[in-house]
């Protein structure tokens, strides 16, 4: 005959702990309403799905690097008129598909216009999807891919940038990224082109590349793999950041 406890241990056997631990409070929900055990096993089944899938996002939110959680209803789309001719091109990013897709997202604007805030939003929403997600700065992408050089590691860091569902590269353009920088970050946006999708954010038009990377033919190189299959937002105006302090 089975024991609870006998029950307990073969599920912890089978790393099915949150089915071990809710087995006796279950049990006596199924006594208490006269159910049976079909309704046992899915109630316990439905409890342990779920705690795996917030582990899940637990483990995605970790591995993302993101600095904060920020969800898109903080988002003002009152500031600017490109905010709201855009509206719905922003939102409908926020079902995700352009991931499943292998869709690139570029947004361009002036500092404080709002580029950071969507890039964040985004990977929080990615994560909380169980999408394999990781938030990083240009510049900081390429001073680690540098030293992978330096330290023989290259392959193993290129890797870890290549492998992503959705890689959100911040703030490109706001130093020049030199000539190893350029073609370092040719080679991750070259491997992850129609394979996983890469959302940048750059205050610099497209015509203007030329000015971070090392040369015009690197630039374009990159511009032309991103373009082809990519969503392009544009936003304008002065500072929100700016003008969230004027106003406080």
Same mark, same amino acid.
């Given at each position: 005959?089975?024991t609870?406890?006998?029950i307990?241990?073969n599920?912890l056997?089978l790393?099915? !702990?949150?089915m071990?631990q809710?087995?006796?409070?279950v049990? !006596?929900?199924?006594?208490?309403? $006269?159910?049976d055990?079909? %309704?046992? @096993?899915?109630?316990l089944a439905?409890?342990? /799905?779920?705690q795996r899938?917030?582990?899940a996002?637990?483990l995605?939110?970790?591995?993302s690097?993101?600095?904060?959680?920020?969800? *898109?209803?903080q988002?003002d789309?009152h500031?600017?008129?490109?905010r709201? =001719?855009q509206?719905?091109? *922003? +939102?409908?990013?926020f079902?995700?598909?352009?991931?499943?897709?292998? &869709?690139?997202v570029?947004i361009i604007?002036n500092?404080?216009?709002?580029?950071t805030?969507?890039a964040?939003?985004?990977?929080?929403?990615?994560?909380n999807?169980n999408?394999?997600?990781l938030f990083?700065?240009?510049?900081d992408m390429? $001073?680690h @891919?540098?030293?992978a050089?330096?330290?023989?590691?290259?392959l193993?860091?290129l890797? %870890?940038?290549? #492998?992503?569902?959705?890689?959100?590269c911040?703030? +490109?353009?706001?130093l020049?990224?030199?000539?190893?920088?350029?073609?370092?970050?040719?080679?991750? *946006?070259?491997?992850?082109?129609q394979g996983?999708?890469t959302l +940048?954010?750059? $205050?610099?038009p497209f /015509?203007?590349?030329?000015?971070?990377?090392?040369? &015009?033919t690197?630039?374009t190189?990159?511009a032309?793999r +991103?373009?082809?299959n #990519?969503?392009i937002?544009?936003?304008?105006?002065?500072?929100?950041?700016r003008?969230?302090?004027?106003? =406080?």
């Open positions: 005959m089975h609870i406890e006998s307990q241990k599920l056997k790393r099915l !702990k949150t071990a809710q087995l006796e409070p049990l !006596k929900e199924a006594e208490q309403k $006269n159910r055990a079909a %309704f046992l @096993l899915g109630r439905e409890l342990e /799905a779920e899938w917030q582990r996002i637990k995605r939110l970790q591995q690097r993101l600095p904060e959680k920020i969800t *898109i209803d988002f789309f500031h600017h008129s490109t709201k =001719e509206k719905t091109a *922003i +939102l409908n990013l079902n995700l598909s352009f991931i499943d897709r292998h &869709t690139d570029i604007g500092p404080g216009t709002g580029k805030f969507l964040k939003a985004l990977a929080y929403a990615a994560c999807a999408i394999k997600v990083t700065t240009a510049i390429i $001073n @891919l540098v030293a050089q330096v330290d023989h590691s290259l193993k860091k890797h %870890f940038y290549q #492998s992503p569902d959705l890689l959100l911040d703030e +490109l353009g706001y020049p990224l030199g000539p190893d920088g350029s073609h370092l970050f040719f080679q991750v *946006i070259s491997q992850r082109h996983k999708s +940048l954010t750059t $205050n610099l /015509a203007e590349w030329g000015n971070m990377f090392d040369s &015009t690197v630039a190189a990159i032309d +991103l373009v082809l #990519s969503q937002l544009l936003l304008g105006g002065t500072s929100y950041r003008k969230k302090v004027t106003s =406080e």
